[in-house]
């Protein structure tokens, strides 16, 4: 099980990859992984509030389904 840390580098390096530019920008358009109680959904513990224009929204969203369907809970 990955830490939100862990997940946002993640995600972060999965999208660099598909959709270009750096991990660094990435991150701060994806914002920090939040942990949230496993009452609030069954299906997974936590979330991203995504920034950017809607393009970057698109492949955040995107990405996130992806790595949510392999880690749909994250420790810490």
Not at 1 to 26: N, S, V, Y
């Amino acid at each position: 099980m990955h830490t939100p840390d862990e997940l946002g580098d993640l995600l972060t390096t999965l999208l660099a990859g598909a959709a270009g530019g750096t991990k660094e920008a990435w991150a701060v358009k994806v914002g920090l992984v939040e942990k949230l109680p496993i009452a609030m959904n069954l299906a997974s513990n936590w979330q991203v509030t995504p920034s950017g224009k809607a393009a970057d929204k698109k492949a955040i969203g995107q990405a996130v389904d992806i790595v949510r369907a392999q880690h749909p809970y994250i420790a810490g």
